[in-house]
């Protein structure tokens, strides 16, 4: 049984490591998701593992962020290549 007060979904992920890390090292050990309990409903090991694999907030966060960013420094450094040829 695991259970988390901030994230709920941060000791499934812990596992998800911890199973990752196992499995790059060949080894046999390991979790496997049976099933658990989520808003008092009862879930197979496949939903598990979704939520075990699903990014964080602030992952989230930082890709979208990235998204926004990237065209924009791409025009930034574009124009001042053109800048330098120009000079």
């Not at 979790?31 to 964080?56: H, N, P």
Request: hydrophobic content about 40%; aromatic content about 12%; some cysteine.
């Amino acid at each position: 049984m695991m259970c988390a007060y901030d994230d709920e979904f941060a000791p499934l992920k812990v596992v998800h490591q911890h199973n990752t890390s196992y499995k790059k090292a060949k080894l046999e050990f390991g979790f496997e998701y049976v099933g658990g309990r989520f808003d008092g409903k009862r879930q197979d090991g496949s939903y598990v593992m979704e939520l075990a694999t699903i990014s964080s907030k602030e992952e989230l966060l930082s890709k979208l962020l990235y998204l926004i960013k990237y065209p924009i420094q791409s025009l930034a450094v574009a124009l001042n290549e053109v800048a330098k040829k120009g000079a």
